[in-house]
C-alpha cells in the first residue's frame, strides 16, 4: 500500500528506535516528514509486580501474564517511556500518515506493532521497512510501505511470553536452593551448561606424553633460492610401518584409543635411543605426491561470523561488535547487522565486482557472479548479509571513520569484496623420507609444503582461526624440488617431547559458534545472552577464556538433576524449530504454551516442548508442576562438591569455600572461602590443603590490655581487619548499643604476621597530633583513599601508612602552612603497561584511582570490572574497556535549572500575600481528607509492595 494522494501534500510522522537512526533518516526525507525516535521498546511485559495494574492479581500479578486465559499478556508502558510516549502521541496529532519504520525482524515488527497500539492513530498507518540507511533505500522504503506482518508479531510475543515462563517460574528455585538474586533464561542457562561442561572436561583430563623426532634434511645442492631451498624440515612418521603416535591417538584419559591400532608411542628413552641409531643413516626420497590446492572465498558476514572474525582480529567481544555495527549501521555505513543470510542483492554484488576490478585487476574478477547458500536453519527474515551500503562501496579510507568504527568498516569492506574474487590456486606437496638405523629398524619422516601461484581473494582476505597455533589460508610452506631417489643427508636429528592438552575452554567466538552449530537460540542475540553470563557471575573472563564460577556449577547441577530437558541441547534447539513454525504459520501458539506449561492434556500430541522434565524420565509434566514440586530438591547436595576424600567444595550464599569436616562428631570442622577469580580446574586437592591451611576466620591476638576485651583478626568481606570482642551482655541495639572498635590492616599487614602491638596501634587511631594556636585539634586517621591529617575540614594528604603514627605536631603544622594543593598530585607511577592501544595508538596502562584501579590511554579512562584484576588483566581486556567507554561517549551533567525571575516574583507577590489567608482557613479541610485518603492509600500501596517480587529475575533468553 503506497501513501494515499489525499496526504500527499500533508505532514508525515516516521517513527524510528533510536535517535541516532532518526537524524540520519531525517536528512535523505526532507520538509513534510518528522522523524522521531521511539528510544527502543516503548511497551513490555512489566518487570515487576508493583507495575502490574491493581485489577490482576494472584499468578497474573506475579508473571505479567495471564496464563489460565490462553497466556494472554499483561502489557505496560515502560516508566522512563511515557514522556517520550506523550511525544509521540502529540506529533502524531499534527501528522496525516503514519510511518512505522523500526527494525526488519521479529524485534522489529513487535516494536512497530505496540506502537500502533498504545498510540492508537487515526490516520493511515504504513510499515516502512529497509535494510540499508541510504537515501535511495529511504526513499524506494517510503514509496512502497507493506502492512504490519502479524505473524512475526505473534511469533515474537510468543518467545517472550515462553521466556517469561521460563525465567520468572525457575530462576526463584534458584533463589530458594542455592542463592537470592540468580537468573534462569531458556538460551542463558544452556549456554552457561556448556562453559561448565567444558570446564568439566578440563577438570577430569588427564596428559599423555609422547615423542617424536624432528630431521633437517640437505638435497647438497647449491646455490639455493627461496624458490627452491636446499634444506627442509620432516617429522617422524612410521617406524618399521607403524605409524607414530600423536595427540589425536590418546584419549581424555591420557591412554591411548582403542582404534589407534596398529601404531607405536615414543618415551623420551625410545626417541633419543632411535636417534642416536639413525646418525649414520643415509636417507633418501622415497616419494613426493603432488595435488592442485584451491581455495574459494569466504561468504559475505552474517551476525555471527562478524561477532567471531572480529573476535579473532579485532579482539571485539560480542557486545563490543554490535554496538561498534548498529553505529556503523545507523549512520547509513553498513547494511542491517542482525541477519542470517550470507546473500547479496545485485546492487551489492555489482558494487563489490566493480571494485575488485578498479582495486585488484580484472585478472581476479569470476567470469560469473558468486552466489552463497545459508548454512542456517531457518534463517530469519529476507536481510542481507551485512555489506558497506550502497550501490557504490566506500572504501575505508573515503568513510571518514576513526577506531573501531573504521576497523569494523574494514572487516566488513574487505570479507564482502572478497567474496566476489577469484579461487586461489596453487600445490599441495607431500614429500616421504626414509632410511634404515644401524639397529636394523626403519624409519621414515614426512613433510608436507604449499605453494600458491594465484592468490585470488587471499589478496584482499584472509579469515582467522580460533586456534592461536592454527595456519591460515595464505601461509606457504615451500619444499626444494626432489624426485623419488634423490639422496639425503641428515643435518639435525632431534628429539621432541609433546603433551596432550584439555580441551580449550570457550571464548566469545567459538562460544557463538557453538550455541550456532547446535541451533540452539537466535543468532542475534548470542551477544546479549553472553554478556548476561558474564553480568551474572556465572561466568569470568581469564584473556579471552569464558571460564565458568563455582556459582554456575551449582546452578547447572540443579537444572541438571532437576529440570533436566529445560537445560538438553537437542530439547533447546527443537524449542527453536516449534517457534519457526509458528512464525511460519505451521503451529499455533496458544495450544504449544499450554503444552510447555502444563504438560499433556486431552487431545495434545506427545512430545515438543511437554517433554521438559527431568532427566532421569520422572516426570513428563510441564513446567509448572516442576517448579511446584521443589521437595526432592536437597539444596546442600546440589551445591557440595567432592574434592578429596574428606574435602568438599560448597557453594554457599556469600561464595564458595572449602570444608573438612572434623574428626570429632559435633564440633566445627575446618574452613576456607576459595578466591573468586579461581578457574575450577586449577582447585587441587593440593590447593585445597593449602587453603585449609592458611588462617581464616577468627584470629586471636591477645587481650587489650587496658579494657581486657581479646582483640582478634579476621578476613572481610571488604579485606583484613583487626577488632575487639565485646563482653556476654553488652546492647548491641538501642541507644545504648556499644559498637566494637574496628580497624582494616594497613597494606603491609597480612593476617599471618599482625601482632597485638600492631592491633593496638591500629585500634588507637584516628590519633590526636595536637592542637593548633587558634586549638582546632589535628588528627592523623586513614580513610577510603590514604591515610590523612584532618583539622576541622580541612584534610591533607600524608606520604605514607606509617607517618599516621609518627607524624609531630610541628610536622603537621609544616603541611598546613603549605598551600593546599588544588590540581592533582605527583603522578603515581602506573600498576602496569598494557601495550598500544589500536584505536588511539597510544601506551596503555593501569592506575591506581580514586574509585578503584583503571585502564588509561591518557585520553580515555575506563574503571576495572568487577571480575578484573590487576594482576592478571591482558592488553585485549585493557583496550576493551576502553573502546566501551568511548562508545558511551562522555557524561551527560545534569542541567542546572534557571533561577525564577525577578520581576516574576514581584508581580505574584501580591496576589500570594491576598490569598494566603483563604489558604489557610481551607487547609485544615483538606488536611483532614487528605490524612484519610493518605491512610487507605498508603495501605494498598503497601499490599500491592507486599505481594510483589522481592527479588532479581530476569525472563531473558
Same mark, same amino acid.
Given at each position: 500500500?503506497?501513501?494515499?494522494?489525499?496526504?500527499?501534500?500533508?505532514?508525515?510522522?516516521?517513527?524510528?528506535?533510536?535517535?541516532?537512526?532518526?537524524?540520519?533518516?531525517?536528512?535523505?526525507?526532507?520538509?513534510?516528514?518528522?522523524?522521531?525516535?521511539?528510544?527502543?521498546?516503548?511497551?513490555?511485559?512489566?518487570? &515487576?509486580?508493583?507495575?502490574?495494574?491493581?485489577?490482576?492479581?494472584?499468578?497474573?500479578?506475579?508473571?505479567?501474564?495471564?496464563?489460565?486465559?490462553? $497466556?494472554?499478556?499483561?502489557?505496560?508502558? /515502560?516508566?522512563?517511556?511515557?514522556?517520550?510516549?506523550?511525544?509521540?502521541?502529540?506529533?502524531?496529532?499534527?501528522?496525516?500518515?503514519?510511518?512505522?519504520?523500526?527494525?526488519?525482524?521479529?524485534?522489529?515488527?513487535?516494536?512497530?506493532?505496540?506502537?500502533?497500539?498504545?498510540?492508537?492513530?487515526?490516520?493511515?498507518?504504513?510499515?516502512?521497512?529497509?535494510?540499508?540507511?541510504?537515501?535511495?533505500?529511504?526513499?524506494?522504503?517510503?514509496?512502497?510501505?507493506?502492512?504490519?506482518?502479524?505473524?512475526?508479531?505473534?511469533?515474537?510475543?510468543?518467545?517472550?511470553?515462553?521466556?517469561?515462563?521460563?525465567?520468572?517460574?525457575?530462576?526463584?528455585?534458584?533463589?530458594?536452593?542455592?542463592?537470592?538474586?540468580?537468573?534462569?533464561?531458556?538460551?542463558? %542457562?544452556?549456554?552457561?551448561?556448556?562453559?561448565?561442561?567444558?570446564?568439566?572436561?578440563?577438570?577430569?583430563?588427564?596428559?599423555?606424553?609422547?615423542?617424536?623426532?624432528?630431521? @633437517?634434511?640437505?638435497?647438497?645442492?647449491?646455490?639455493?633460492?627461496?624458490? /627452491?631451498?636446499?634444506?627442509?624440515?620432516?617429522?617422524?612418521?612410521?617406524?618399521?610401518?607403524?605409524?607414530?603416535?600423536?595427540?589425536?591417538? $590418546?584419549?581424555?584419559?591420557?591412554?591411548?584409543?582403542?582404534?589407534?591400532? /596398529?601404531?607405536?608411542?615414543?618415551?623420551?628413552?625410545?626417541?633419543?635411543?632411535?636417534?642416536?641409531?639413525?646418525?649414520?643413516?643415509?636417507? %633418501?626420497?622415497?616419494?613426493?605426491?603432488?595435488?592442485?590446492?584451491?581455495?574459494?572465498?569466504?561468504?559475505?558476514?552474517?551476525?555471527?561470523?562478524?561477532?567471531?572474525?572480529?573476535?579473532?582480529?579485532?579482539?571485539?567481544?560480542?557486545?563490543?561488535?554490535?554496538?561498534?555495527?548498529?553505529?556503523?549501521?545507523?549512520?547509513?555505513?553498513?547494511?542491517?547487522?542482525?541477519?542470517?543470510?550470507?546473500?547479496?542483492?545485485?546492487?551489492?554484488?555489482?558494487?563489490?565486482?566493480?571494485?575488485? &576490478?578498479?582495486?585488484?585487476?580484472?585478472?581476479?574478477?569470476?567470469?560469473?557472479?558468486?552466489?552463497?547458500?545459508?548454512?542456517?536453519?531457518?534463517?530469519?527474515?529476507?536481510?542481507?548479509?551485512?555489506?558497506?551500503?550502497?550501490?557504490?562501496?566506500?572504501?575505508?579510507?573515503?568513510?571518514?571513520?576513526?577506531?573501531?568504527?573504521?576497523?569494523?568498516?574494514?572487516?566488513?569492506?574487505?570479507?564482502?569484496?572478497?567474496?566476489?574474487?577469484?579461487?586461489?590456486?596453487?600445490?599441495?606437496?607431500?614429500?616421504?623420507?626414509?632410511?634404515?638405523?644401524?639397529?636394523?629398524?626403519?624409519?621414515? +619422516?614426512?613433510?608436507?609444503?604449499?605453494?600458491?601461484?594465484?592468490?585470488? +581473494?587471499?589478496?584482499?582476505? *584472509?579469515?582467522?582461526?580460533?586456534?592461536?597455533?592454527?595456519?591460515?589460508?595464505?601461509?606457504?610452506?615451500?619444499?626444494?624440488?626432489?624426485?623419488?631417489?634423490?639422496?639425503?643427508?641428515?643435518?639435525?636429528?632431534?628429539?621432541?617431547?609433546?603433551?596432550?592438552?584439555?580441551?580449550?575452554?570457550?571464548?566469545?567466538?567459538?562460544?557463538?559458534?557453538?550455541?550456532?552449530?547446535?541451533?540452539?537460540?537466535?543468532?542475534?542475540?548470542?551477544?546479549?545472552?553472553?554478556?548476561?553470563?558474564?553480568?551474572?557471575?556465572?561466568? +569470568?573472563?581469564?584473556?579471552?577464556?569464558?571460564?565458568?564460577?563455582?556459582?554456575?556449577?551449582?546452578?547447572? /547441577?540443579?537444572?541438571?538433576?532437576? +529440570?533436566?530437558?529445560?537445560?538438553?541441547?537437542?530439547?533447546?534447539?527443537?524449542?527453536?524449530?516449534?517457534?519457526?513454525?509458528?512464525?511460519?504459520?505451521?503451529?499455533?501458539?496458544?495450544?504449544?504454551?499450554?503444552? $510447555?506449561?502444563?504438560?499433556?492434556?486431552?487431545?495434545?500430541? !506427545?512430545?515438543?516442548?511437554?517433554?521438559?522434565?527431568?532427566?532421569?524420565?520422572?516426570?513428563?509434566?510441564?513446567?509448572?508442576?516442576?517448579?511446584?514440586?521443589?521437595?526432592?530438591?536437597?539444596?546442600?547436595?546440589?551445591?557440595?562438591?567432592?574434592?578429596?576424600?574428606?574435602?568438599?567444595?560448597?557453594?554457599?550464599?556469600?561464595?564458595?569455600?572449602?570444608?573438612?569436616?572434623?574428626?570429632?562428631?559435633?564440633?566445627?570442622?575446618?574452613?576456607?572461602?576459595?578466591?573468586?577469580?579461581?578457574?575450577?580446574?586449577?582447585?587441587?586437592?593440593?590447593?585445597?590443603?593449602?587453603?585449609?591451611?592458611?588462617?581464616?576466620?577468627?584470629?586471636?591476638?591477645?587481650?587489650?590490655?587496658?579494657?581486657?576485651?581479646?582483640?582478634?583478626?579476621?578476613?572481610?568481606?571488604?579485606?583484613?581487619?583487626?577488632?575487639?570482642?565485646?563482653?556476654?551482655?553488652?546492647?548491641?541495639?538501642?541507644?545504648?548499643?556499644?559498637?566494637?572498635? !574496628?580497624?582494616?590492616?594497613?597494606?603491609?599487614?597480612?593476617?599471618?604476621?599482625?601482632?597485638?602491638?600492631?592491633?593496638?596501634?591500629?585500634?588507637?587511631?584516628?590519633?590526636? *597530633?595536637?592542637?593548633?594556636?587558634?586549638?582546632?585539634?589535628?588528627?592523623?586517621?586513614?580513610?577510603?583513599?590514604?591515610?590523612?591529617?584532618?583539622?576541622? &575540614?580541612?584534610?591533607?594528604?600524608?606520604?605514607?601508612?606509617?607517618?599516621?603514627? @609518627?607524624?609531630?605536631?610541628?610536622?603537621?603544622?609544616?603541611?598546613?602552612?603549605?598551600?593546599?594543593?588544588?590540581?592533582?598530585?605527583?603522578?603515581?607511577?602506573?600498576?602496569?603497561?598494557?601495550?598500544?592501544?589500536?584505536?588511539?595508538?597510544?601506551?596503555?596502562?593501569?592506575?591506581?584511582?580514586?574509585?578503584?584501579?583503571?585502564?588509561?590511554?591518557?585520553?580515555?579512562?575506563?574503571?576495572?570490572?568487577?571480575?578484573?584484576?590487576?594482576?592478571?588483566?591482558?592488553?585485549?581486556?585493557?583496550?576493551?574497556?576502553?573502546?566501551?567507554?568511548?562508545?558511551?561517549?562522555? *557524561?551527560?551533567?545534569?542541567?542546572?535549572?534557571?533561577?525564577?525571575?525577578?520581576?516574576?516574583?514581584?508581580? @505574584?507577590? !501580591?496576589?500570594?500575600?491576598?490569598?494566603?489567608?483563604?489558604?489557610?482557613?481551607?487547609?485544615?479541610?483538606?488536611?483532614?481528607?487528605?490524612?484519610?485518603?493518605?491512610?487507605?492509600?498508603?495501605?494498598?500501596?503497601?499490599?500491592?509492595?507486599?505481594?510483589?517480587?522481592?527479588? !532479581?529475575? &530476569?525472563?531473558?533468553?
Amino acid at each position: 500500500m503506497s501513501p494515499s494522494s489525499e496526504t500527499a501534500h500533508g505532514q508525515r510522522l516516521v517513527i524510528v528506535e533510536s535517535p541516532a537512526k532518526a537524524k540520519t533518516i531525517k536528512g535523505y526525507l526532507g520538509p513534510g516528514y518528522i522523524v522521531e525516535a521511539s528510544v527502543g521498546h516503548i511497551r513490555d511485559l512489566p518487570s &515487576t509486580a508493583a507495575e502490574v495494574p491493581d485489577k490482576y492479581t494472584g499468578e497474573v500479578r506475579r508473571l505479567g501474564v495471564d496464563v489460565d486465559h490462553d $497466556f494472554a499478556p499483561i502489557y505496560v508502558v /515502560n516508566a522512563d517511556k511515557k514522556s517520550q510516549v506523550s511525544k509521540l502521541k502529540s506529533l502524531l496529532a499534527e501528522s496525516d500518515e503514519l510511518f512505522l519504520a523500526t527494525d526488519e525482524d521479529r524485534e522489529g515488527e513487535a516494536i512497530a506493532w505496540h506502537l500502533q497500539q498504545v498510540l492508537k492513530p487515526k490516520v493511515p498507518v504504513h510499515r516502512m521497512v529497509f535494510h540499508e540507511i541510504t537515501k535511495s533505500a529511504i526513499q524506494e522504503a517510503v514509496a512502497n510501505p507493506r502492512e504490519l506482518n502479524q505473524r512475526l508479531v505473534d511469533a515474537q510475543e510468543t518467545r517472550r511470553i515462553l521466556d517469561r515462563l521460563y525465567g520468572f517460574e525457575v530462576s526463584p528455585v534458584l533463589w530458594k536452593k542455592v542463592m537470592p538474586k540468580l537468573s534462569a533464561g531458556r538460551v542463558q %542457562s544452556v549456554a552457561t551448561r556448556l562453559v561448565v561442561e567444558r570446564e568439566r572436561e578440563r577438570m577430569a583430563f588427564r596428559s599423555a606424553s609422547y615423542w617424536d623426532l624432528v630431521g @633437517t634434511f640437505g638435497t647438497g645442492r647449491t646455490p639455493a633460492d627461496a624458490a /627452491n631451498p636446499e634444506t627442509f624440515g620432516a617429522r617422524l612418521s612410521a617406524v618399521d610401518g607403524k605409524r607414530i603416535a600423536s595427540g589425536r591417538d $590418546f584419549g581424555p584419559d591420557g591412554r591411548l584409543k582403542a582404534s589407534s591400532t /596398529n601404531t607405536l608411542h615414543l618415551d623420551e628413552q625410545a626417541a633419543r635411543a632411535l636417534a642416536a641409531a639413525l646418525e649414520q643413516t643415509a636417507f %633418501s626420497v622415497r616419494s613426493v605426491e603432488s595435488k592442485p590446492y584451491r581455495r574459494s572465498p569466504y561468504a559475505p558476514f552474517r551476525t555471527t561470523t562478524l561477532q567471531q572474525e572480529a573476535s579473532r582480529k579485532l579482539g571485539f567481544g560480542a557486545k563490543r561488535t554490535m554496538q561498534v555495527a548498529q553505529k556503523l549501521y545507523e549512520n547509513g555505513f553498513i547494511t542491517y547487522m542482525r541477519t542470517d543470510s550470507t546473500t547479496l542483492s545485485d546492487t551489492a554484488v555489482a558494487a563489490a565486482r566493480a571494485q575488485v &576490478t578498479q582495486l585488484y585487476g580484472a585478472d581476479y574478477l569470476p567470469d560469473a557472479p558468486r552466489t552463497y547458500a545459508s548454512k542456517v536453519k531457518n534463517a530469519q527474515e529476507a536481510h542481507e548479509a551485512v555489506r558497506p551500503s550502497g550501490d557504490r562501496f566506500r572504501t575505508p579510507a573515503e568513510t571518514g571513520l576513526t577506531g573501531d568504527d573504521f576497523r569494523l568498516y574494514e572487516l566488513i569492506w574487505m570479507r564482502t569484496v572478497a567474496s566476489q574474487m577469484k579461487d586461489a590456486v596453487g600445490q599441495s606437496v607431500t614429500v616421504k623420507v626414509g632410511g634404515r638405523a644401524s639397529d636394523g629398524r626403519d624409519a621414515e +619422516f614426512s613433510a608436507s609444503g604449499k605453494i600458491i601461484t594465484f592468490h585470488g +581473494f587471499l589478496k584482499a582476505y *584472509v579469515e582467522g582461526a580460533d586456534d592461536p597455533n592454527a595456519e591460515l589460508d595464505d601461509r606457504e610452506r615451500r619444499l626444494p624440488q626432489v624426485t623419488e631417489g634423490d639422496p639425503l643427508a641428515a643435518e639435525q636429528l632431534t628429539p621432541e617431547g609433546h603433551a596432550t592438552k584439555p580441551p580449550a575452554r570457550y571464548t566469545e567466538a567459538s562460544l557463538v559458534k557453538e550455541l550456532e552449530d547446535r541451533e540452539i537460540g537466535r543468532p542475534s542475540t548470542y551477544a546479549s545472552i553472553i554478556d548476561t553470563i558474564i553480568g551474572r557471575r556465572y561466568v +569470568f573472563k581469564k584473556g579471552t577464556a569464558l571460564v565458568p564460577s563455582f556459582l554456575s556449577f551449582a546452578v547447572v /547441577n540443579l537444572l541438571e538433576k532437576h +529440570f533436566g530437558r529445560l537445560v538438553d541441547y537437542d530439547f533447546t534447539a527443537k524449542m527453536e524449530d516449534d517457534l519457526d513454525r509458528i512464525a511460519a504459520g505451521e503451529a499455533q501458539s496458544v495450544p504449544w504454551l499450554k503444552r $510447555f506449561y502444563f504438560g499433556e492434556g486431552e487431545g495434545h500430541a !506427545t512430545g515438543g516442548a511437554a517433554e521438559a522434565g527431568n532427566g532421569d524420565g520422572d516426570h513428563l509434566g510441564g513446567l509448572k508442576e516442576l517448579v511446584t514440586d521443589l521437595g526432592a530438591i536437597d539444596a546442600r547436595e546440589i551445591s557440595s562438591f567432592r574434592i578429596s576424600e574428606d574435602i568438599t567444595l560448597r557453594v554457599g550464599r556469600y561464595g564458595p569455600y572449602v570444608e573438612r569436616a572434623s574428626a570429632v562428631e559435633g564440633e566445627p570442622g575446618q574452613r576456607a572461602d576459595i578466591p573468586d577469580d579461581l578457574p575450577p580446574d586449577e582447585l587441587t586437592v593440593e590447593l585445597a590443603e593449602e587453603l585449609l591451611a592458611s588462617p581464616s576466620g577468627d584470629y586471636e591476638l591477645g587481650p587489650d590490655p587496658v579494657s581486657g576485651n581479646m582483640l582478634v583478626a579476621k578476613k572481610g568481606r571488604f579485606g583484613p581487619y583487626v577488632t575487639e570482642i565485646l563482653p556476654e551482655g553488652t546492647p548491641k541495639t538501642g541507644k545504648n548499643a556499644v559498637k566494637p572498635r !574496628t580497624a582494616s590492616l594497613l597494606k603491609t599487614m597480612t593476617l599471618d604476621t599482625v601482632t597485638l602491638e600492631d592491633a593496638l596501634k591500629l585500634l588507637s587511631l584516628p590519633r590526636v *597530633v595536637g592542637v593548633d594556636a587558634e586549638g582546632v585539634e589535628i588528627t592523623a586517621q586513614n580513610g577510603r583513599y590514604g591515610p590523612y591529617l584532618k583539622r576541622g &575540614t580541612d584534610s591533607r594528604s600524608l606520604a605514607d601508612e606509617e607517618q599516621m603514627f @609518627t607524624v609531630t605536631l610541628e610536622e603537621a603544622l609544616a603541611i598546613y602552612a603549605q598551600p593546599k594543593q588544588r590540581g592533582r598530585a605527583a603522578a603515581a607511577p602506573p600498576l602496569k603497561e598494557l601495550g598500544t592501544d589500536p584505536v588511539s595508538e597510544r601506551p596503555v596502562v593501569v592506575k591506581d584511582g580514586r574509585f578503584g584501579p583503571y585502564v588509561t590511554d591518557g585520553e580515555t579512562n575506563a574503571t576495572l570490572r568487577k571480575d578484573d584484576d590487576v594482576e592478571t588483566i591482558t592488553p585485549e581486556r585493557g583496550y576493551e574497556l576502553l573502546a566501551e567507554k568511548r562508545a558511551r561517549g562522555p *557524561v551527560k551533567k545534569a542541567a542546572k535549572k534557571a533561577p525564577a525571575k525577578k520581576a516574576a516574583a514581584k508581580k @505574584t507577590a !501580591t496576589k500570594t500575600a491576598a490569598t494566603k489567608t483563604a489558604a489557610k482557613k481551607t487547609a485544615a479541610k483538606k488536611t483532614a481528607t487528605a490524612k484519610a485518603t493518605a491512610k487507605k492509600t498508603a495501605a494498598k500501596k503497601t499490599a500491592a509492595s507486599k505481594s510483589a517480587t522481592s527479588e !532479581t529475575t &530476569t525472563d531473558e533468553g
